[in-house]
């Protein structure tokens, strides 16, 4: 299947998941998000969070500060 992230195409075997993207992505930095088509996922379910083919998945930093 083929994938969008951070506007580039991915080819993942069927039955992806976020959990098997992410391994398949250059190292992530602390406090990454990621957001399938535009909702954001919490990390904790990204073990189970199936990829189908043509999703628009976005990553990036969470910073805080006050």
């Not at 039955?15 to 098997?20: E, G, L, R, V």
């Not at 992505?25 to 909702?39: D, E, G």
Request: hydrophobic share 35%; net charge negative.
């Amino acid at each position: 299947m083929e994938v969008m992230v951070n506007d580039n195409a991915y080819q993942l075997p069927d039955n992806s998941t976020i959990a098997t993207l992410i391994e398949h992505l250059p190292p992530q930095k602390p406090n990454t998000v990621v957001a399938l088509n535009h909702r954001v996922v919490c990390s904790k379910r990204w073990e189970e969070r199936q990829l189908r083919d043509g999703d628009r998945i976005i990553t990036f930093q969470m910073l805080g500060g006050g």
